[in-house]
């Protein structure tokens, strides 16, 4: 069994800065590409940012290029999300998710594991 914890999340105001982490524990063999989402009142899951296994790529939406870094810890399994110059449009449950490999019978397996969301809200 696996999972991902998220925390971080909270009440700051338009202009200001929030870092989320997401730490995964249980019985990982290995973790691929880990992610944020974001999920608003009334709209769909969308895509925040992604990172490789090694660090080395990293994706992000439109929206908030140049304004979030997503980075991870490979040592601690947790992936981070540092927000800076927040925004109202900003606010959303976040969510982490990860690709992560589970051992069975000596065979590994993968699965898509999602965290349980925090709450990030940004005043004007």
């Known amino acids: 069994q696996v999972q991902l914890v998220e925390s971080g999340g909270g009440l700051v105001q338009a202009g200001g800065s929030l870092r989320l982490s997401c730490a995964a524990s249980g019985s990982i063999a290995s973790i691929n590409a880990m992610g944020w989402y974001r999920q608003a009142p009334g709209k769909q899951r969308e895509l925040v940012a992604t990172?490789?296994?090694?660090?080395?790529?990293?994706n992000y939406a439109d929206s908030v290029k140049g304004r979030f870094t997503i980075s991870r810890d490979n040592a601690k399994n947790t992936v981070y999300l540092q927000m800076n110059s927040l925004k109202p449009e900003d606010t959303a449950v976040y969510y982490c998710?990860?690709?992560?490999?589970?051992?069975?019978?000596?065979?590994?397996?993968?699965?898509?594991?999602w965290g349980q969301g925090t709450q990030v809200t940004v005043s004007s």
């Open positions: 998710t990860a690709v992560m490999a589970t051992m069975s019978r000596g065979v590994p397996r993968f699965s898509d594991t």
């Open positions: 990172i490789t296994s090694g660090g080395g790529l990293t």
